[in-house]
């Protein structure tokens, strides 16, 4: 028999209630998929992140500028955030919902995002995707990652199918089986994604680094520098070889004959955009050098190397690259997890937060903070 608590909200209530908003922001790449959200939301028109936990994402993607909705079906991780939103002065909303039945109508928004929510579905993750699928509007962006089956996630498992069989063969009765999850190669969910309808313009697997995370328990053992994780996440991180990384991450458009330009917004891309771009581009904004950033085979490149635990770096003094004037470090988001140095205002300007997403990503990794 299985258990069955993955959609229980007190469950969740209380994992979120041993963390902070604070302490999942300073951790930073924990899920290594900062390259992909980042150059992939749309800054055009309403994104939503459903399950957005404790919301770290909604404020870094609020900081650029886009309008972002979080949506979770925890009532007191709503409420912090609302809090923690007040105090800390972001104008981002939330609100609780059920992402199976979203309070937003057909073709509405631009951006969906949902990250390591929709694997939590015991009968699969078909009915979520056919409702961001609903509310998403022509041209509009689904980012969807889950677990990956890793190459230590691959170890545990025939490690537990090798114990059921000694259990079997000594005829032990085990305790009740919990259902918590699934992992989905990459494959996989780009199959769902298909056949909710989707057009995947990416699918991949990602984070080595997060592997290596949970081999050392969660701490840097095995991220430090020098150490054979480290060397050889940095290495592989963005080549084929991140397929047995500890995400699976799709891209997905909502295609239509006539579709929303991700990079003005308006009803005027054509299906052959896709041809060249992996976003819908309209005839205009392919003359925009910001274009070049989404064609097809454009790498996305992820900083040099790995920052491991580095100190914390909050209000000291800088200059901005883009308008030359001083400014200080975020109080919560340091230089925002950039290696050129951007004011908050230019943050917000989509010309230059797309060339910093895309160029100019700074790779941090922090172990979690008391909180
Ligand atoms: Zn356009
Ligand atoms: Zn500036």
């Known amino acids: 028999m299985v258990i069955n608590t993955s959609q229980d909200e007190k469950i969740w209530t209380q994992e979120w209630d041993k963390l902070s908003t604070e302490s999942e922001i300073r951790i930073w790449d924990f899920f290594g998929l900062r390259q992909w959200i980042t150059k992939f939301t749309p800054r055009y028109g309403k994104t939503i992140e459903a399950g957005c936990g404790l919301g770290r994402y909604v404020f870094y993607l609020s900081k650029m500028g886009i309008d972002i909705e979080g949506v979770d079906f925890s009532e007191s991780v709503i409420e912090r955030l609302n809090q923690w939103k007040s105090v800390n002065g972001y104008d981002c909303k939330f609100h609780k919902g059920n992402i199976l039945n979203l309070d937003y109508s057909d073709n509405s928004i631009s951006g969906y995002i949902?990250?390591?929510?929709?694997?939590?579905?015991?009968?699969?993750?078909?009915?979520?995707?056919?409702?961001?699928?609903?509310?998403?509007?022509?041209?509009?962006?689904?980012?969807?990652?889950t677990p990956n089956i890793s190459f230590y996630i691959f170890t545990q498992k025939i490690r537990e199918k090798f114990k059921n069989i000694i259990k079997k063969i000594i005829r032990h009765k085990g305790p009740k089986e919990l259902f918590h999850q699934y992992w989905y190669r990459p494959k996989k969910l780009s199959r769902f994604m298909r056949e909710a309808g989707f057009d995947v313009r990416v699918g991949r697997g990602a984070d080595i680094q997060f592997v290596f995370c949970e081999m050392g328990n969660y701490t840097d053992k095995y991220l430090k520098k020098g150490t054979f994780g480290y060397r050889f996440s940095n290495k592989f991180e963005n080549?084929?070889?991140?397929?047995?990384?500890?995400?699976?991450?799709?891209?997905?458009?909502?295609?239509?004959?006539?579709?929303?330009?991700?990079?003005?917004?308006?009803?005027?891309?054509?299906e052959s955009s896709l041809e060249n771009y992996s976003i819908p581009v309209c005839d205009n904004c392919s003359n925009n050098k910001v274009s070049a950033f989404y064609l097809k085979h454009k790498k996305t490149k992820y900083g040099k190397e790995?920052?491991?635990?580095p100190e914390l770096n909050a209000n000291s003094k800088r200059v901005c690259e883009f308008c030359n004037s001083e400014y200080l470090t975020d109080r919560i988001f340091e230089d925002f997890g950039f290696s050129k140095n951007v004011c908050s205002d230019c943050l917000k300007k989509p010309e230059v937060n797309i060339e910093l997403c895309i160029e100019h990503i700074k790779p941090i990794w922090r172990e979690r903070p008391p909180i």
């Open 114 to 145: 949902s990250l390591g929510v929709v694997e939590h579905f015991i009968d699969g993750p078909q009915e979520a995707l056919a409702e961001a699928y609903r509310v998403l509007r022509p041209g509009g962006v689904a980012i969807i990652s």
């Open 239 to 270: 080549t084929p070889i991140a397929s047995i990384g500890a995400q699976s991450i799709t891209i997905s458009i909502k295609r239509a004959p006539l579709m929303h330009c991700f990079l003005c917004g308006e009803l005027n891309a054509g």
């Open 306 to 309: 790995y920052i491991i635990n």
